[in-house]
């Protein structure tokens, strides 16, 4: 039994948050931004929207795409660091019921900007083991609201967004997954992390913010990232010439471009969606995925790399024929 991706979608909170905007704000300009990140424009959640009102937006598009109603689901899995409306129970079954799914597995997984490629791998190895024949994989984060108002480092990275995937299960041999690849590594936890405030004196900190050494953090993610490309080719004996889309993470354009040169992929074979949404977490493989399916570029029968890093550190990749 293989598992196969049968509609995808994604949702982007309509109010933007350019350059010029966050030169008002704090000290930083278009210039350092563009150069240092390749970012121009993020999208950011209304106070009143939450993760899961953005992951079952993506999800219906999902189903739309795929033909399906949400009734025909059998488990939902949602990758997300950032359901801030309760820590019981997690975001996952909200979906569920915005979707109106009664009765089936529904829950979070927290691997932060690696959490959609986690919720990925989970959903793949449920349906091969045949327990599960159309699952839902929503990643969904707002990491724009979890940045400090005066942090310039942290506030002109992040965006919001939801990017969804059915993954279904199929006789077809040689498609859809074909591996995935998932790595942690807690002894980096203090190089990026957002602290909760301690047990007990949670009425004493209205919150809590972002904290990320981005130098260090960018140094260990161009080495993992590499170092996953290299897992995922010889794990299934293909050469990177066999490779049609690089659909990374999208954190910094420089290190996405490493990764690309890893591959030795031109630029035109990587799917770019942070210039204008930024680094959207959990949201951004599934979105930068989607953009691409729906403009045309990613076609049926073409073979993809999807890779993330992010907090913890977590990093994972997927290898796709689509
Ligand atoms: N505008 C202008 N200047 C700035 C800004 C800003 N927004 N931010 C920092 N600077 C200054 C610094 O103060 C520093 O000044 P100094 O030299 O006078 O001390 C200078 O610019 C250089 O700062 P660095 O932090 O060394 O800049 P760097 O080139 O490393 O870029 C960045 C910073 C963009 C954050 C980069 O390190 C990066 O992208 N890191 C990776 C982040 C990432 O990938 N996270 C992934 C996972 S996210 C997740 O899991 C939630």
Excluded at 139 to 164: N, Q
Excluded at 216 to 237: D, G, P, R, Y
Excluded at 253 to 277: C, S, W, Y
Aim: proline share 3%; charged share 20%.
């Amino acid at each position: 039994m293989n598992s196969k991706i049968v509609g995808t979608g994604s949702y982007l909170p309509e109010k933007t948050l350019t350059n010029a905007d966050l030169e008002k704000i704090i000290e930083t300009s278009d210039q350092w931004i563009t150069e240092r990140t390749g970012i121009k424009s993020r999208h950011i959640a209304d106070k009143n929207e939450t993760v899961a009102d953005m992951g079952t937006e993506a999800a219906l598009k999902a189903l739309e795409m795929a033909g399906l109603k949400a009734t025909d689901l059998d488990m939902i899995i949602l990758g997300t660091t950032s359901f801030f409306e309760s820590n019981i129970p997690g975001g996952a079954v909200h979906v569920q019921r915005m979707l109106g799914v009664p009765n089936i597995p529904a829950f979070d997984i927290a691997a932060a900007c690696s959490g959609f490629i986690f919720s990925l791998s989970i959903a793949d190895q449920y349906i091969k083991a045949g327990n599960a024949k159309r699952i839902l994989v929503i990643g969904a984060d707002m990491l724009s609201h979890m940045v400090a108002p005066d942090d310039r480092t942290t506030m002109i990275l992040f965006g919001d967004a939801a990017g969804a995937v059915i993954l279904e299960a199929t006789d077809e041999q040689d498609t859809g997954i074909i591996s995935t690849h998932l790595h942690s590594e807690g002894n980096y936890v203090d190089l990026l992390h957002c602290p909760t405030p301690k047990r007990g004196e949670a009425d004493t900190v209205d919150t809590s913010y972002i904290h990320m050494k981005g130098n260090e953090v960018f140094k260990i993610a161009v080495t993992k990232l590499s170092e996953i490309v290299k897992e995922t080719l010889e794990h299934n004996n293909i050469d990177k010439s066999e490779i049609d889309w690089l659909v990374p993470h999208q954190a910094n354009l420089r290190i996405i471009a490493a990764t690309a040169k890893k591959l030795d992929m031109p630029m035109e074979r990587v799917v770019v969606t942070l210039d204008q949404h930024g680094n959207t977490s959990a949201g951004s493989v599934p979105t930068a995925l989607d953009f691409a399916v729906r403009d045309g570029r990613i076609q049926r029968g073409q073979t993809l790399l999807l890779e993330a890093f992010g907090s913890g550190f977590t990093w994972g990749s997927a290898l796709i024929k689509f």
